[in-house]
C-alpha cells in the first residue's frame, strides 16, 4: 500500500507563493491520479488540482492560472507550486491518492474524497491581506 508524506506550507502574504510537496513510498501503482484537496473550518474537501501517471493535469476554475503541479517520477514526488496567493486559499491541503485508477485527470479532479483511499497528513497554508 502506498504512503503520502506531506511537507511545505505555512504563512504568506497575499499575492505571494508557496510550494508544496508529497512524497510517495510503498507500492506505487502504474495507473494513478494523485489529487490536492483543501479543507475550510466546517466545510468539505474540495479537490484543487490532479495529476496522473501520464503527467495530465486538471484544475479547479478558483485556482486555474495560480496553480500547477508537477511530478518528479525518480523521487516518487509531487510538487504543487501556488502563486498569486488570495487569502480565500487558506486552508488545510491534502494530498490523496485513488490508485489504481483508469481515470484521466479532468476526470479524477470530479471524483469526491470518498474515492480516494490514500492520505498525506495534511498541511496548513494561510494568506494574509
Known amino acids: 500500500q502506498v504512503q503520502l508524506v506531506q511537507s511545505g506550507g505555512g504563512s504568506v502574504q497575499s499575492g505571494g507563493s508557496l510550494r508544496l510537496s508529497c512524497v510517495a513510498s510503498?507500492?506505487?501503482?502504474?495507473?494513478?491520479?494523485i489529487t490536492w484537496f483543501r479543507q475550510l473550518p466546517g466545510k468539505e474537501r474540495e479537490g484543487v488540482a490532479t495529476?496522473?501517471?501520464?503527467?495530465?493535469?486538471s484544475y479547479a476554475d478558483s485556482v486555474k492560472g495560480r496553480f500547477t503541479i508537477s511530478q518528479d517520477n525518480a523521487k516518487n514526488t509531487l510538487y504543487p507550486k501556488m502563486n498569486s496567493l488570495r487569502p480565500e486559499d487558506t486552508a488545510m491541503y491534502y494530498c490523496?491518492?485513488?490508485?489504481?485508477?483508469?481515470?484521466?485527470?479532468?476526470?479524477?479532479?470530479?471524483?469526491?474524497?470518498?474515492?480516494?483511499?490514500?492520505w498525506g497528513q495534511g498541511t496548513q497554508v494561510t494568506v494574509s491581506s
Open positions: 510503498g507500492y506505487i501503482y502504474a495507473s494513478y491520479c
Open positions: 490523496a491518492a485513488n490508485a489504481p485508477t483508469t481515470l484521466e485527470a479532468r476526470y479524477c479532479l470530479l471524483q469526491g474524497p470518498d474515492e480516494y483511499n490514500t
Open positions: 495529476i496522473d501517471e501520464d503527467g495530465d493535469t
